[in-house]
């Protein structure tokens, strides 16, 4: 069974500078997809970033971005120039084998920006 | 395009009594999955479903069920209710599942969710 781990509860960051979210996964499988989402309090679930197994090299988008170590099974998220905005839950997710929309979680980490 | 919607968003339930929770996808979608959502748990899935098809089941008790209807919509069911079911339950919906039917990844949005209190 896969497993996702994020073994930080809490971060905080100052605005405009840079922070990194720790996951690490565990599959058997060899094709498979792992994003980020985000939770801002009291809104929707939006998908911040994705990253597929096959593809060596890391996903950016804008001030966001992941370090993926396949070997290693982590995947770090990356966020530059941190705003209030940014404050949120952050969830590492993994879906696969493919032919599924199933997602497995890890238990977020609580990021706030400090101005 | 309308996003996920989930009817509806507040909920009181008390011990023992039932609740369907429904979830219109964006149109088009035809993958719905649900979510249950607690603070000591975390996200946990529940089903998913695809033209009307149950293909993947969540680890939960068979109180919990749900259906997909033929314009995608779904809902979910909740039978005898503990007080343990009081949650979060996020819907998210989309295009078609990677992988099936040739398809590559294809965004999954969620929905606002359904709170449920069960007292």
Known sequence: AQTV??????????EAETVTLSCTYDTSENNYYLFWY???PSRQMILVIRQEAYKQQNATENRFSVNFQKAAKSFSLKISDSQLGDTAM?????????????????????????? | KAGVTQTPRYLI????QQVTL????ISGHRSVSWYQQT???GLQFLFEYFSETQRNKGNFPGRFSGRQFSNS???????TLELGDSALYLCASSHVPPGLAGESYNEQFFGPGTRLTVL
Do not use: W
């Open chain 2, 73 to 79: 919509r779904s809902e979910m069911n909740v039978s």
């Open chain 2, 39 to 41: 603070p000591g748990q």
């Open chain 1, 5 to 14: 781990t994020q073994s930080q509860p809490e971060m905080s960051v100052q």
């Open chain 1, 90 to 115: 952050y969830f590492c997710a993994f879906m696969g084998p493919l032919n599924t929309d199933k997602l497995i979680f890890g238990t977020g980490t609580r990021l706030q920006v400090f101005p």
């Open chain 2, 22 to 25: 429904s979830c219109s996808p």
């Open chain 1, 38 to 40: 985000k939770q801002p």
């Open chain 2, 13 to 16: 339930k008390t011990r023992g």
